[in-house]
């Protein structure tokens, strides 16, 4: 079963989903239950198997599907992406386990198990071709969900969510056919597979063009400033499932695909842009910081500090050393796990009172002590405090690039300030002071359902900000073998001195690129 | 003795732990308070015995044995290595050992002082959190582990001030103080990164620092040197970064007293003892922290001087005796900052929890103009912070005498007089706000006075007599030759000290200087405020400054706190919605309205196509007429 585990694990959820229309509505909840928890378990089974020791690919599978074009069903994944994958069945199953009663659930969870199956493949797929269709199909369900389950104006948000990163994902296609005609020029045989591409080495110029249509893709997907604005609407109007899916792991998507194309495909293209795409990276996190400061709306705080966190993932990235892009990858799980744990939390009021605003809360902390407690320790955790789960890959990412610049290290870390201060005052107007408003005198603390979700995620918060090594062994292993491919690859002087040369010989895969060959 | 080690930081987190989820499941309050009590201040007591038992094991040995702790390896990336060890040398063993007894008999007494509270296994829960984090502060055996440490200090002080979180006040205090130690621990981790940068691949444990420091270069340690004193501005309540201390008293008086002696406000200063090869590389850095800190020290002990409120008295009178640690750490005499640290933590602790006395016994009164010949009331307590008082004005024997002397005439050796200058006055002025503080509170006869005396437990009091034995006699340990001592406590913890020369004369002048002035200082307060107080300064203006706390508050507020408001306002409303939403708003609107004129060419009337076939074949000819040149 090992060596078709990964396949199992993106088409599993799909077609238990298909199976799903045909069973009865009253007992879709536990059906969903059952399929999420067993997906889960298989992602458990996939980092049980995963051996720490190999920095390259592992559990590859292989079909040709178009051979004439080299287009075939690739599949692999690393230290970089097992993880994300595991966090995204987990979101899945807690996701589905912790649904209030929502009109249509049946089709509410039919169409997560199929986002699920989009999701996996993203993070799983080595062939280009593949990638792309399972990043475009994560759009529908996505779509879907904030469409048909969010709130006023969910039509408008579900359309810009819609379009705005479909526009983005084009540009990064055309750069994908590029990226392959420049294979066929340069090998004469077609190919997709990004291992092979990585063997590409490819002229300045030419680096500087495709990443900057990759660039286009995956910065509206994150989402980069200036291009984040679709983000808020769609947190604003999804249901509490859709911005928790979305925020611990759509966004992902894009960071992923930095570290997976952009680094090691365009070495010295990511040495060109990295203080360009720093500045962005660093208006990103302090701009939107402030952002939240100035917001009313709790679930709009969150989300935009959960922009303004993706923005010292991109910066750690574009380090271009393995402290920066470790922290990143480390942190893509912090920053899933604690924004996907805010925005469940966010929902356990709204469930209750119906509004987001922060004026209709208010002294919730003697009513609901549970709820405060875990709220508080998800916001210390957002806050970037030690032995929690973002401290180590904010501090790595800092760390990564402190050996670039000093200075755009300093203000990236004033985000260290201005992110105490706008979470210390959302917090203070939720729970602190007495209760002024009267319907929330007897609401009721977070109750076994919700617990179920919250508890893990504050037991994954702190054990790995306590002890963070069985997830950045691996994530270290993987990393340093990209940042040795970077370095060799490199074709200027600049770009070999920038990225640290490692002396490690690189693993790309164990078995599939003698065959390829 | 490395599992002890191991045992002294772990077991207070374990207890927290333990306390905080029994009050987090006990919904109906069926737990006792005794349960809470027992496990909360039996940790304390047991992690002191296990300090005392590693420092005598230090004793004896020679002074270069350390006793060091590996509990795992919590970072490891590429060449980056980070354990999660601990060292015990002699600077980190005299920390722990007052840190945990001190510790231990504000945690009784807080016992007393908190019972039938609600939230009383959250208070305990924090308070053993507290302890822990600080000792995990001291006892580490590299900076990212004492960064841990440093920002969980500045986390349970957050929990702490603001533990009555129902007056909003409280947490806005409590806030304050969170987000100014975030500006300093930001500061702090900006100067880890540039020292982990210059440090390279050479390890990254105070002991390889030490061994490696010569091989940086000069501009870099100055960097790194301010940095890392930025943090301990932000912790031990400095200038500019001083602002949450006084209003960290909205949390209850026990916090306070361990802030103020055992924990937190210390960490700065023995931040910089634990880096002392650092500063002694860089002693230009070092002068400019010698000046905050006895610019520090002087201001604070205006601003005192005319305070009302008992607490806020001594939360400045807290700033200023930092502001002399940090002149002596500056100035290169480690030993005599941290013994300063020593004697201060005796004193204040005992100057704290006889305010939380007085307070309890007044029910919940804090402004010492409604106080007043308490002597009778509460004998026991006016004993106690008399001696306290005697020790914090540097009147021998008692123990401040001995220390803030050691830092004067360190200053004044070192030619630094102006330094030395602002030290003595505000030595004078210590004395003088103390005793009228004392006189005040329990001598002078108020008019105003008729509230009921409630009485005093024994817990709360018999704490009192402990830390009263150590106010006298812990400045023995740390006199020197001239005053009859051998310096015991100098030369165990041993640090990289600069060292002069002193005559005896020149010492005995210096200290009958210092002794002088308090005496001063102590006549000026029984002249004015002994019988019928009344404030000696004339001049409206400079008083209402005064008491204003020369409206550094209001200019802060000002400054950071509306600026970084309306900023946040304008990128969110106009930056944020109008410019970047509106831009791309606009793109799709161009998108539609272009559309809409494409859609009526497509109308369907046959002669509007014929008109267009028409055009588009005389374009084209015209074209070609031009292509080709036809004339």
Redesign the interface.
């Known amino acids: 079963m090992l060596e078709h585990i990964l396949s199992i694990l993106i088409f599993f959820p799909a077609l238990a989903a298909l199976l799903g229309f045909v069973v009865n509505k009253d007992s879709i909840r536990v059906y969903g239950i059952a399929v999420a928890g067993m997906e889960f378990v298989l992602a458990l089974v996939l980092w049980g198997a995963y051996d720490p020791s190999i920095a390259g690919m592992q559990f590859m599978e292989r079909m040709d599907l178009i051979p004439a074009f080299g287009i075939s069903y690739l599949l692999g994944i690393d230290g970089i992406s097992l993880f994300i994958i595991i966090l995204a069945a987990f979101f899945t199953f807690i996701g589905i386990a912790t649904l209030p009663n929502l009109k249509n659930i049946k089709n509410l969870i039919i169409t997560l198990l199929f986002l699920q199956m989009t999701m996996v493949g993203v993070f799983a797929a080595l062939d280009a071709m593949i990638f792309y269709v399972f990043w475009e199909l994560s759009l529908v369900p996505m779509l879907y969900i904030i469409g048909a389950w969010g709130g006023e104006k969910r039509i408008y948000a579900s359309v810009k969510f819609f379009l705005y990163t479909f526009a983005g994902s084009l540009v990064m296609l055309i750069g994908m056919l590029f990226m392959a005609f420049f294979y066929f020029q340069a090998t004469g045989v077609w190919s997709f597979s990004i291992l092979e591409w990585y063997r590409l080495v490819l002229p300045e110029n030419i680096q500087l063009w495709l990443f900057v249509a990759f660039f286009f893709g995956f910065a509206i997907k994150v989402p980069m400033f200036p291009f984040h604005t679709w983000l808020p609407y769609a947190h604003g109007q999804a249901p509490t499932i859709g911005s928790v899916i979305l925020a611990a792991i759509l966004l992902k998507m894009g960071t992923y695909a930095f570290v997976r194309f952009s680094l090691p495909l365009f070495p010295d293209a990511s040495v060109y842009f990295m203080f360009p795409i720093a500045i962005l990276a660093i208006i990103m996190v302090v701009y939107t910081a402030m952002v939240a400061y100035a917001q009313k709306d709790i679930k709009q705080v969150v989300a935009y500090s959960s922009v303004s966190h993706m923005g010292i993932i991109v910066l750690g990235t574009f380090a271009l050393n393995v402290e920066g892009i470790s922290g990143a990858v480390f942190l893509m799980i912090a920053h899933g796990v604690v924004s996907g744990a805010l925005f469940m939390l966010v929902g356990v009021f709204y469930d209750r009172r119906h509004t987001k605003l922060m004026s209709d809360m208010g002294g919730l902390a003697h009513i609901m002590p549970h709820y405060a407690t875990i709220f508080g320790i998800m916001m210390m955790a957002s806050v970037g405090l030690p032995l929690t789960i973002n401290f180590v890959g904010e501090f790595l990412c800092l760390l990564g690039f402190y050996q670039q610049s000093h200075i755009f290290t300093l203000l990236a870390g004033t985000a260290i300030i201005v992110g105490a201060i706008y979470m210390l005052a959302a917090f203070k107007k939720v729970f602190f002071g007495n209760v002024v408003h009267e319907e929330n005198k007897n609401l009721p603390d977070v109750n076994k359902k919700e617990l179920f979700g919250l508890i893990p995620l504050v037991m994954i918060v702190v054990w790995l900000g306590v002890y963070p090594k069985p997830v950045l062994g691996p994530i270290n292993n993987s990393v340093e073998s990209i940042v040795q491919l970077m370095h060799d690859k490199a074709v200027t002087q600049e770009a070999k001195s920038v990225i640290p040369d490692l002396t490690k010989k690189v693993v790309i895969s164990e078995t599939i690129i003698e065959e390829v060959r | 003795m490395s599992t002890l080690l191991l045992l002294v930081v772990f077991l207070p987190f374990l207890s927290a732990l333990v306390l905080g989820l029994t009050y ?1 499941f006990d ?1 109906h309050k069926r737990v006792n308070e005794k349960f809470y009590t027992i496990l909360g201040v039996a940790v304390p007591i047991l992690v002191t015995i296990l300090s005392f038992v590693i420092v005598l094991d230090l004793m004896s040995h020679s002074s270069t044995t350390v006793v060091t702790a590996v509990a ?7 060449s ?1 290595h980070i354990d999660l060890a601990f060292v015990a040398d002699p600077l980190s063993a005299v920390m722990i050992s007052f840190i945990t007894f001190i510790g231990t008999l504000i945690h009784i007494y807080a016992a007393a002082y908190m019972s039938s509270d609600q939230g009383f296994g959250k208070f305990f829960s924090y308070f053993n959190l507290f302890l822990g984090s600080m000792l995990l502060l001291v006892l580490a055996s590299n900076p ?1 582990i004492m ?2 440490g440093w ?2 200090v500045g ?1 349970v002080s ?1 929990l702490l001030i ?1 533990f009555y ?4 006040e409280n ?2 205090a409590a ?1 304050k103080a ?2 100014v130690n ?2 300093g ?2 500061g702090f ?2 100067g880890l ?2 020292l ?2 210059a440090m390279g691949d050479n390890g990254f444990t105070f002991a390889d620092i030490k061994e490696n420091i010569y091989a940086i270069d000069n501009h870099t340690l100055t960097l790194v040197g301010i940095f890392l004193f930025i943090g301990a501005m932000g912790k031990s309540a400095q200038i500019p970064l001083y602002v949450w201390l006084p209003d960290a008293m909205a949390g209850p008086t026990p916090v306070s007293a361990l802030i103020h002696a055992a924990t937190m406000v210390t960490a700065g200063v023995y931040m910089v003892a634990r880096f002392s090869f650092l500063y002694n590389e860089i002693p230009q850095v070092g002068e400019f922290i010698a000046i905050i800190g006895v610019s520090s020290a002087l201001f604070a002990a205006i601003i005192a001087s005319y305070q009302s409120d008992i607490k806020k008295i001594l939360a400045y009178s807290t700033m200023s005796q930092l502001g002399y640690m940090f002149v002596a750490v500056g100035l290169g005499a480690y030993s005599a900052g941290i013994f300063h640290v020593f004697t201060h933590a005796f004193f204040k602790a005992l100057l704290f929890m006889g305010a939380g006395a007085v307070i309890i016994a007044l029910h919940h009164e804090q402004n010492i103009f409604k106080m007043g010949s308490l002597k009778k009331a509460l004998p026991l307590v006016y004993i106690t912070m008399f001696i306290a008082t005697l020790a914090i004005s540097g009147i021998p024997p008692f123990a401040g005498f001995f220390s803030k002397d050691a830092i004067l005439n360190h200053a004044f050796m070192s030619e630094h007089y102006t330094i030395w200058v602002l030290g003595v006055i505000t030595a004078f002025l210590t004395a003088f706000y103390m005793f009228r503080m004392l006189f005040i509170v329990f001598v002078a006869d108020m008019k105003n006075n008729h509230i009921e005396h409630k009485a005093l437990s024994k817990a709360l009091t018999y704490p009192l007599i402990v830390l009263a034995i150590g106010a006298t006699f812990a400045g023995f340990l740390g006199a020197n030759e001239a005053y009859g001592g051998s310096d015991l406590f100098k030369s165990f913890i041993s640090l990289n000290d600069i060292n002069y020369s002193i005559s005896h004369s020149t010492e005995y002048m210096l200290g009958f200087v210092n002794v002088l002035v308090s005496l001063l200082g102590v006549t000026l307060a029984y002249k004015y405020f002994r019988t019928s107080p009344q404030e000696p300064l004339p001049n409206k203006r400079v008083r209402t400054l005064i008491i204003n706390k020369f409206y550094v508050d209001e200019l802060y507020d000002r400054l950071f706190v509306q600026n ?2 309306s ?3 304008f ?3 106009t ?2 919605e109008k410019l ?2 509106g831009f ?1 708003n606009n793109v ?1 609107h161009l998108n539609l309205y272009v559309a809409s004129k494409f859609t009526s060419l497509q109308n369907g009337k046959i002669q509007h196509y014929s008109i267009y076939l028409l055009s588009g074949v005389s374009m084209m000819s015209l074209l070609l007429i031009y292509i080709l040149e036809v004339r």
Do not use: A, C, M
């Not at chain 2, 795992?72 to 590429?78: E, K, R």
């Not at chain 2, 979180?165 to 909003?168: A, D, G, P, Q, T």
């Open positions: 987090l919904t795992f390896n919590w970072l490891s990336i590429d980056f990212i960064f841990i920002e969980l986390l957050y603001g979180n129902k007056e909003y947490v806005t806030n969170f987000i975030r500006v621990d930001f981790i900006i990164g540039i982990f940068v970084l408001r900023l946040s306002n990128f969110n409303k930056v944020d970047i939403d791309i799709v």
